[in-house]
């Protein structure tokens, strides 16, 4: 039998329980026969002593009167009598009587009397030995015995009765129930009480107190789960929000806050295949500032990263929100890409700026300087692709730059 075999406790409980009451009783039945047989033993031999001592006088009378018939219905009488098995007179003239069953004798616990003179004293006028009948005494043992023993059978099997009874119901029953909801016992039913449906009115034992230890143990789960919850959702958030923060990093400009070259050869591509799709308008925007590198020269590298962060601010303040996005596209350059935006909107977005950037004062430690930029405006054509259109405005701001800077130079295709 596998070592890891199911068996039930209460049945292997009431198994132990049989064994123990029948050993109990079969114990108890050897004692009440022992002393049975011994009682019926002495019984028997004070009935032979007591036959002996009543018939003794009788057949001392029946001899000395020399009766022989009297003698032999005695002796018969004597061993008719139930408790008797053979008995043998024997007269000192040799004269012998018998009678009963002569067999009895191989029992040896004959008695052994002696017939007296029935009117003097002293002397015997013959011998009687009487054997009990063994058969006889060994039918009294059982006849006396059957009904005890049929007693404590009956008292075994009421008792393994009663007990198998209670350790059903007290026991098979609720642990059977106990098992039964640990083996089904899911993450989504773990909420679910145990429920044992027990008699009510009584007092507690230790299957209650199993129950209510499954049922803190329930509610500690349940706590922990929550809590475990509630840190994976606090742990998420700050993941989500490191992501989203390495995320606007990577496509940040740090100097200027706006988006980064990278951005914009990801996201430049799409925004043009989007405006040919669905047949929007497009345009872009090429911004740079105007004798930046004399900045840098005469008021140091800081300051130019002053002056680029504030023209950035400037140009990022007339975009619209949802629409415009602005690139730092290299050095001093800007790219704006404005959607939904035809060439006249765009143009006009760009003077805008230009004069926003103009009117900008920038604080530097040597007094407030003003910049200035020049622009370059151009809308998608029919058919044109990302770069074509790039090519087209950074060729327009060149034109401004050429034409003395500080102006907006606009494709005059669909002007």
Not at 62 to 72: A, C, K, N, T, Y
Not at 334 to 358: K, S, Y
Not at 394 to 401: H, V
Request: a negative charge; proline letters at 4%; charged letters at 25%.
């Amino acid at each position: 039998m596998p070592s890891n075999a199911y068996r039930p406790l209460a049945a292997a409980l009431i198994r132990k329980t049989i064994l123990l009451v029948t050993a109990c009783a079969c114990i108890m039945a050897a004692l009440q026969a022992f002393l049975a047989y011994r009682a019926e033993r002495e019984y028997f031999a004070q009935s032979l002593h007591d036959i002996a001592n009543t018939s003794v006088p009788l057949l001392s009378v029946s001899l000395w009167d020399i009766e022989p018939e009297s003698v032999r219905r005695q002796v018969k009488a004597i061993a008719e009598r139930r408790q008797i098995g053979y008995v043998r007179l024997e007269v000192k003239t040799g004269q012998v009587f018998e009678a009963g069953k002569p067999q009895m004798q191989a029992g040896g616990d004959g008695q052994h009397f002696t017939i007296p003179y029935p009117y003097k004293n002293g002397g015997s006028i013959g011998t009687l030995d009487i054997w009990p009948d063994s058969e006889a005494f060994y039918s009294d043992v059982v006849a006396g015995l059957l009904p005890t023993l049929l007693g404590y059978l009956l008292l075994a099997i009421l008792i393994c009765a009663m007990i198998a009874l209670i350790l059903r119901r007290d026991l098979q029953k609720p642990m059977h129930q106990i098992a039964g909801f640990v083996t089904d016992l899911r993450p989504e039913t773990l909420t679910r009480p145990l429920r044992l449906g027990r008699p009510t009115g009584r007092r507690r034992d230790e299957i209650d107190l199993v129950a209510e230890g499954f049922g803190k143990l329930q509610a500690g789960l349940n706590r922990h789960i929550r809590d475990l919850d509630q840190r994976v959702a606090e742990r998420t958030l700050e993941l989500k929000m490191a992501m989203e923060a390495i995320h606007e990093i990577s496509i940040t400009d740090p100097l200027t806050g706006c988006f980064n070259r990278h951005l914009f050869d990801e996201r430049y591509p799409r925004e043009v295949e989007r405006s040919e799709c669905n047949h929007l308008p497009l345009s872009v925007v090429f911004c740079d500032i105007d004798h930046f590198k004399s900045v840098n020269d005469n008021h140091g590298h800081v300051a130019g990263d002053l002056v680029l962060a504030q023209v950035a601010r400037c140009l990022q303040r007339e975009l619209r929100a949802d629409l415009d996005w602005i690139a730092r596209f290299g050095g001093e350059e800007f790219v704006i890409v404005l959607q939904e935006t035809p060439l006249f909107g765009a143009r006009a977005l760009a003077e805008r700026l230009r004069q926003a950037v103009a009117a900008e004062a920038i604080e530097l430690s040597g007094g407030p300087i003003r910049m200035t930029a020049s622009f370059g405006v151009a809308e998608r054509r029919a058919d044109e692709d990302a770069t074509a259109l790039l090519a087209r405005a950074d060729a327009l701001l060149y034109q401004a730059k050429q034409e003395g800077r500080d102006r907006v130079c606009a494709d005059r295709f669909q002007d």
